[in-house]
Nanobody, 122 residues
Framework: VQLQASGGGLVQAGGSLRLSCAAS????????MGWFRQAPGKERDFVAL???????YYADSVKGRFTISRDNAKNTVYLQMTSLKPEDTAVYYC?????????????????WGQGTQVTVSS
């Protein structure tokens, strides 16, 4: 499975961005998909996940502002980010897990994309 993230950029605080992650593979609809982010000098942190059944889970820091979704016909997962804050600045990574019970732990994910930079200016 290969993951290709895109959609990052520079945005002012309060603005919005939509990240996309295109996946290869014929069984995309069965994957648990996640988004993580890594700010300079910090660990890679969980942001959001979407189980194959459609349920979602978010980090408290983004709840109510970010929305994860998927289009199985396009093998793509999205992260819609609104009301962006400077502290959202990070490299954002998409990840895929073949485990239906994947959680927020990085170790649950088999495959990772290359990351896309999001910079929020104040």
């Amino acid at each position: 499975v290969q993951l290709q993230a895109s959609g990052g950029g520079l945005v002012q605080a309060g603005g919005s961005l939509r990240l996309s992650c295109a996946a290869s593979g014929r069984t995309f609809s069965t994957y648990t998909m996640g988004w993580f982010r890594q700010a300079p000098g910090k660990e890679r942190d969980f942001v959001a996940l979407l189980w194959s059944g459609g349920a979602t889970y978010y980090a408290d820091s983004v709840k109510g502002r970010f929305t994860i979704s998927r289009d199985n016909a396009k093998n793509t997962v999205y992260l819609q980010m609104t009301s962006l804050k400077p502290e959202d600045t990070a490299v954002y990574y998409c990840a895929a897990s073949t485990s239906p019970g994947a959680t927020i732990r990085r170790s649950d994910y088999n495959y990772w994309g290359q990351g896309t930079q999001v910079t929020v200016s104040s």
